[in-house]
């Protein structure tokens, strides 16, 4: 029976390793034929790097001293080609138990040997792929969320190398909100219920900057479908962020021009030509009352008053059009020097007045000197002219933060802010209005009571824009209004 078994070498040994019996199995694997090779030494199946260790003869002297010996390894058919052997040497003993011989066993396992270095290949080879790959960080995780291992875009995007990291909570790339929150466990809890998680928001660096990921958390699952980890891919798309968050701003803004084209084209059809109708009527009466001196001369009197009405409206729409272009040149602009020239300016109106301007110190800020000084120049103007007599007028300073700002616009970024308030005791107005004020051509006085053309404000809040700020306005008729002011620290 063992003479006819094909898949295993059976080879009986002296006990000098002489070979003494051969197989079908022996000859179909190591193709020597029987009168070949009985009587020649069992090295011969050895290459000569092993027989120079003199592995063939230690593993009989281990056969003879332990029972039996166990190796794999490359060995050598007669013609030369290799093939990878698993092989047990037995020792066999005598009446008087001394070793008399060997029985050694051969398997071919060729084939699985390149399936392992197959298989330990492509492991190696993905291995190293996902180790340098450079554009998503690739982590794994055990099963509580600690890191036990980091490849170089890891390192690229997170900024840690892989000392630093590892055996640490993969929490750690998480925002202070988020860990608030639980995400992490969270998020670990959705891969480990639902196979995988999915998620984008702001992640922490080493140096504490924030980039926007996109993260895909995924459980790994061991023999028996127990969760034994979760790999976690990241990628940085920043840029994808900062384009989206671009693209809105420009949305919001072609919207903010649309709304203001629609005031304009209300302006050209109501406000522009109400000058020119009383321009167009004036000079008919003219026209039909030449011979009366007196008439025609208060006639070309108002006709001269719609004048330069038309022209004050026209000069308003101008600089208003200047502003909305936001081709700001900055500087260092002192605002308490802003709010001087401003008092020079209404010298004469604030001594006709008898008013009373109070004021903190004001910081200097990086803004337009031009565009601050028109907005000073409108709120004071504005403070003077809606007061029935002896104005007060107070200009106060503090720095606050995004937060306590009320009706904040999503749109104001920052930290911290300048608040300046420019409070009156004036007539003011019902906080119904607080908003509409802003807009083009809005008045809520008699233009025969208090002069101008309704652009002012509009002017006032296109100059904030234009510092990446944001004004609002609080009235109480017959008690005044404060507007205030945030500019970015």
């Not at 006819?4 to 003494?20: N, R, T, V």
């Not at 260790?53 to 058919?77: D, F």
């Not at 890191?147 to 170089?152: G, L, P």
């Not at 500087?331 to 308490?336: G, Q, T």
Request: charged share 25%; glycine share 8%; net charge negative.
């Amino acid at each position: 029976m063992i003479e006819e078994i094909q898949d295993y070498a059976i080879i009986l040994l002296s006990k000098d390793g002489i070979i003494q019996e051969w197989n079908k199995g022996a000859e179909k694997i190591k193709l020597y034929k029987e009168e070949e090779i009985i009587g020649k030494h069992f090295s011969i199946f050895y290459f000569p790097e092993d027989i120079e260790t003199n592995l063939p003869n230690n593993l009989i002297n281990t056969a003879a001293s332990k029972g039996s010996a166990r190796h794999e390894g490359w060995r050598r058919r007669k013609d030369g080609s290799r093939f990878w052997g698993s092989i047990t040497i037995t020792a066999l003993h005598g009446d008087q138990d001394e070793v008399i011989g060997f029985v050694k066993i051969t398997r071919d396992l060729s084939e699985k040997k390149a399936i392992e270095d197959d298989l330990r290949t492509s492991e190696e080879r993905y291995h190293k792929m996902i180790s340098e790959v450079q554009d998503y960080a690739i982590i794994l995780l055990n099963k509580e969320g600690v890191i036990e291992n980091w490849n170089a875009g890891a390192q690229s995007i997170k900024g840690y190398a892989a000392s630093e990291v590892i055996g640490k909570n993969f929490e750690l790339f998480y925002t202070p909100e988020d860990r608030k929150r639980n995400l992490p466990a969270s998020l670990l809890n959705e891969a480990r219920n639902s196979g995988k998680a999915v998620q984008e928001g702001w992640r922490v660096r080493k140096d504490g900057t924030r980039f926007w990921g996109t993260i895909v958390i995924t459980a790994l699952h061991g023999h028996g479908g127990e969760v034994i980890g979760f790999s976690k891919v990241t990628r940085d798309l920043t840029q994808k962020r900062i384009a989206e968050e671009q693209l809105l701003a420009y949305a919001k803004e072609l919207e903010q021009q649309n709304s203001e084209l629609e005031q304009f084209a209300y302006v050209a059809s109501h406000d522009l030509q109400e000058p020119l109708r009383k321009i167009q009527t004036f000079s008919e009466v003219i026209l039909d009352n030449f011979e009366d001196r007196e008439l025609v001369t208060r006639y070309f009197g108002k006709l001269n008053s719609s004048a330069k009405r038309m022209a004050e409206l026209v000069k308003s729409l101008l600089n208003y059009s200047r502003l909305a272009k936001d081709t700001t040149e900055t500087s260092l602009v002192d605002l308490d020097d802003i709010l001087e020239e401003t008092k020079i300016d209404f010298e004469l109106l604030i001594e006709e007045k008898k008013a009373v301007i109070e004021s903190d110190n004001l910081p200097a800020i990086h803004g337009n000197h031009i565009q601050l000084g028109q907005l000073f120049s409108n709120l004071i103007s504005n403070a003077l002219k809606f007061s029935s007599a002896h104005p007060k007028i107070y200009v106060t300073h503090s720095v606050i933060s995004r937060d306590q700002i009320n009706h904040a616009p999503e749109t104001l970024t920052g930290g911290q802010f300048h608040h300046i308030c420019i409070a009156d005791n004036g007539i003011g107005f019902e906080q119904q209005y607080g908003k509409i004020i802003f807009s083009l051509f809005q008045r809520l006085h008699g233009k025969q009571e208090f002069a101008g053309t309704g652009i002012g404000l509009a002017l006032c809040k296109k100059i904030i824009e234009n510092h990446h700020g944001f004004i609002s306005a609080e009235g109480e008729l017959g008690k005044g209004s404060s507007f205030n002011i945030y500019l970015p620290v």
